[in-house]
């Protein structure tokens, strides 16, 4: 299907959907473009500009920024989400009557709700019952938003239960600058790129600490087991999380500036409060509301995730990020490799 042919709405003008409807808009696709706040569409109406979010970087002619849910979604082949998680349920909810029922849903929000500890795309599949699972996809990888805009190379991964609704996906938004590969398992992509960020704070609290590269590495590869371990609990594929959406995501949150979660972690590693560093910022670091969501998930299916855990306890119970490294490195000794069991 062409450019033309192709009816496409993009929910969520943050970063990261602002990025990909940039994407899709500089490939000839004209992208019906919900936008929450209204500064940020008369920006783009105006300046073709995302200053908010993404300054300095132009937009596509072909973004249609819109403050009417029902416009952004009635009709469409696809509809791209991109808002943040917690705010999925209540968005998708909305669009449900105006979302056609032959459209394929493309979910690129990073999460799991506090509430259910269902994953993106189990909420789509319960607020919008009359599209089918096949036609629900999920995209994540290693992929900071303002490198997308500036076409760097980037690979990520779409999956889906169906092969045929990957394939399309990949279709439509693969680029000479945005690689795409397919997958078939929907809930390791997405606790990949969900538990990665609880990670990518503790990274950011290391380097805050200014404990040295030596205590990063053994995070992020002590992280990768316990995102792994969740996955094959949930029924994920143990390959997943060697790959862009696992490893891939992880390595590039838990180490580049660009990262929300990666610079909150950090921030609160110099002694700063969570409040005070959130108050501070509009855009939203995904891992401080997944952490709680893997504290409970993780304990109601007894998996282990000592990182995770301690995430939780200095974000929400008040411990101290340097006690919580004491706590880590003076566990019970073991073996390094899990059984998946």
Request: aromatic share 6%.
């Amino acid at each position: 299907m062409s450019p033309s042919d192709l009816k496409i709405g993009v929910v969520g003008g943050g970063s990261w959907g602002t990025a990909l409807a940039n994407l899709l808009g500089t490939k000839g696709y004209s992208i019906d473009f919900w936008v929450f706040e209204e500064e940020v569409r008369f920006q783009i109406q105006t300046f073709r500009e995302n200053r908010i979010f993404l300054p300095g970087i132009p937009l596509s002619e072909r973004l249609n920024p819109t403050g009417d849910l029902k416009q952004a979604v009635m009709g469409k082949d696809m509809v791209l989400m991109v808002v943040p998680s917690h705010l999925v349920r209540s968005v998708s909810q909305r669009m449900s009557c105006d979302v056609p029922d032959s459209a394929l849903i493309v979910s690129a929000s990073k999460g799991i709700e506090n509430q259910t500890h269902l994953t993106m795309s189990g909420v789509l599949a319960q607020t919008l019952p009359h599209i089918p699972e096949s036609r629900i996809a999920v995209l994540s990888g290693p992929s900071f938003a303002k490198e997308v805009m500036l076409q760097s190379p980037t690979a990520v991964t779409v999956a889906s239960k169906d092969p045929a609704t990957a394939t399309q996906v990949q279709h439509v938004f693969a680029t000479s600058a945005f690689r795409v590969y397919t997958h078939d398992d929907v809930i390791g992509v997405e606790l990949g790129g969900s538990v990665k960020n609880v990670i990518a704070i503790a990274a950011g609290m290391i380097d805050g600490l200014g404990l040295g590269l030596n205590t990063r590495a053994a995070l992020i590869t002590r992280g990768l087991a316990e995102i792994r371990r969740l996955g094959v609990k949930l029924g994920a594929n143990p390959h997943t999380f060697a790959g862009l959406a696992g490893v891939g995501d992880l390595v590039l949150t838990c180490t580049g500036d660009l990262s929300r979660n990666y610079m909150v972690g950090k921030k609160i590693g110099e002694g700063r409060s969570l409040p005070d560093i959130l108050s501070e910022t509009r855009t939203v670091a995904e891992g401080v509301k997944t952490a709680e969501s893997v504290y409970n998930l993780s304990s109601k299916l007894l998996v282990e995730m000592p990182i995770s855990h301690a995430v939780y306890h200095i974000l929400y119970q008040g411990l101290s990020p340097q006690e919580a490294v004491y706590q880590l490195m003076t566990r019970d000794l073991k073996q390094e490799i899990d059984d998946f069991m």
